[in-house]
């Protein structure tokens, strides 16, 4: 059972960055997905997720037309493309399950700096 972060990295002010995560030994078809980033010296920062066959998705006021989650379920993959970033998004980015049983990835580590 694996979720595995990818795609983070630096990025100046008003730029863009898309993350994926690749999950792995479990139905991903099947499960709620969410994106949590925890920032230096803060406790863990729900941002988004996305249900299963519908495709519903919420998100976090401070990401509300800027952030979007998707998710292809043939690859296995969820996705959030994080748009007009700002210093404040820097953080480490985790994916994981929305419900029980949570399964978290290792993170990608997002900085946003000039």
């Known amino acids: 059972v694996q979720l595995v972060e990818s795609g983070g990295g630096l990025v100046q002010p008003g730029g863009s960055l898309r993350l994926s995560c690749a999950a792995s030994?479990?139905?991903?078809?099947?499960?709620?997905m969410s994106w949590v980033r925890q920032a230096p010296g803060k406790g863990p920062e729900w941002i988004s997720a996305?249900?299963?066959?519908?495709?519903?998705?919420y998100y976090a006021d401070f990401v509300k037309g800027r952030f979007t989650i998707s998710r292809d379920n043939a690859k296995n993959t969820l996705y959030l493309q994080m748009n007009s970033l700002q210093a404040e998004d820097t953080a480490v980015y985790y994916c994981?399950?929305?419900?029980?049983?949570?399964?978290w990835g290792q993170g990608t580590q997002v900085t946003v700096s000039s």
């Open positions: 996305i249900t299963t066959v519908a495709g519903a998705t």
């Open positions: 994981a399950t929305w419900k029980k049983p949570y399964i």
């Open positions: 030994g479990f139905t991903f078809g099947n499960s709620d």
